[in-house]
């Protein structure tokens, strides 16, 4: 039976790549900070198949949680760093240094200590995925903490892959648009090309079983930002700028 580690199991994509795994067999390891009110839920249906679920509970924001909680994982197949979160600087004439803190411990800090436990534990020939963000490629409006946690988890992923070689395993990034999340239903403003949690879950599984180093979807979407992101920065922020109008 293969394994799988995901993180940020119990809502949005995580929860939806864990139901689909388990579906296809594997042993999930399904990593979450609280599994209550889950027992009833989308969890209980996809455990019918033929795979086999193993709850793993630990805090982001705790270094020593993270570390204790995985040191018992045993080897892995497939490892999915999928657990993250979104806040939006709203005044940037009055910074929020204690919210870009969250959003940087929780985006990048925890997923270095999440790399410590798990490097070791992935099967040669086996796959890590790292959750980065379409916003990494262009500057968003109030997104000077997420965006920019997004944008080292890019930088991450591309270090890793010079200094892993593909035959230990490959390294991904994954960088979604936007997707029907609980985080995503809290946003105030429009996001075109929205799609579907359990689609941006079939795109990431497609992805890492083609061995792909960077999985971006929805491609038209994704697409028009890395050209924006590969031009002068000027028609970035003019368009920006009136978009935001």
């Known amino acids: 039976m293969k394994t799988i580690l995901i993180t940020g199991a119990t809502s949005g994509i995580g929860l939806s790549l864990t139901n689909k795994y388990l579906k296809q ?5 399904a990593c979450g900070r609280n599994f209550s009110g889950y027992v009833d839920s989308d969890y209980l249906t996809s455990a019918k198949g033929n795979g086999s679920l ?5 805090d982001l924001d705790d270094s020593n949680s993270i570390l204790d909680a995985l040191s018992t994982i045993e080897m892995l197949d497939t490892v999915v760093l999928n657990a993250g979160t979104c806040e939006y600087i709203d005044d940037a004439n009055q910074f929020d240094a204690a919210l870009f803190e969250r959003v940087i411990t ?7 200590y999440c790399l410590q436990a798990l490097i070791p534990k992935i099967k040669q020939g086996g796959h890590l995925a790292l ?6 490629y262009v500057p968003f409006q109030r997104a ?4 920019s946690s997004k944008a080292a988890i890019h930088y991450l992923a591309k270090s ?3 200094d892993i070689s593909p035959e230990q395993f490959t390294i991904s990034v994954i960088a979604p648009g936007f ?3 609980p985080l995503t ?8 090309m929205l799609i579907e949690v359990d689609k941006a879950a079939e795109h990431i599984i497609a992805g890492i079983d083609k061995n792909k180093k960077h999985i971006h979807f929805p491609f038209p979407f994704t697409s028009f930002l890395i050209l924006m992101g590969s031009l002068p920065d000027r028609i970035w922020h003019w368009l920006a700028l009136r978009m935001k109008r």
């Open 106 to 112: 929780i985006n990048v800090i925890s997923i270095g």
């Open 54 to 58: 193993i709850e793993v509970v630990f």
């Open 131 to 136: 959750m980065g963000s379409s916003a990494s």
């Open 185 to 192: 239903n809290k946003n105030d403003f429009p996001m075109p």
């Open 25 to 29: 067999g594997y042993r999930v390891y």
């Open 144 to 147: 000077e903490a997420y965006g």
């Open 160 to 162: 890793l892959q010079l």
């Open 179 to 181: 997707v029907k999340t």
